[in-house]
């Protein structure tokens, strides 16, 4: 099973509970960083338009998750966050490598009732990340 901690480099804070989510955001940060690079090179106007849709998305489940991780383990010192680069060069495999990483996070994440809203949260975006595959590759034609 792949690991969520490869690319971290903080290794103290990834033996805490915010270092686990620290990690993730780092990882969106950077599909962010790749959907805006593909968003630019689309050829087609669906394409171009369908990936400024997924980036809108992303960028409001990493703040979701973010919040809620801070009001659960405190505020976030303020240069954790850095992306972690991928090497996609179309939507589809960006999306499939994007939707990895979130099941990974997912299947990682505590039974506990205080990080509920982050599993739900994610769940909800699992199921937008399914719909933008459906969509994409219907784009493609």
């Known amino acids: 099973m792949e690991t969520l901690f490869e690319e971290y480099k903080d290794k103290e804070l990834v033996n805490s509970g915010i270092g686990y989510f620290i990690n993730y955001l780092n990882i969106l940060e950077g599909y962010k960083t790749k959907i805006k690079n593909l968003h630019w090179a689309a050829f087609g106007l669906n394409i171009h338009v369908k990936l400024d849709d997924l980036l809108s998305t992303l ?3 990493q703040d979701s998750v973010a919040e809620d991780c801070m009001g659960i383990y405190g ?4 240069n954790v966050i850095s992306g972690v680069a991928c090497s996609h060069i179309d939507p589809l495999s960006a999306l499939e490598g994007l939707k990895e990483k979130v099941n990974t996070f997912y299947d990682g994440l505590e039974c506990k009732a205080e990080i509920s809203g982050i599993k739900s949260e994610t769940e909800v975006f699992i199921h937008d990340l399914n719909k933008f595959t459906y969509l994409f590759k219907l784009a493609k034609g």
């Open 75 to 78: 505020k976030m010192a303020p």
């Open 59 to 61: 960028n409001d489940y």
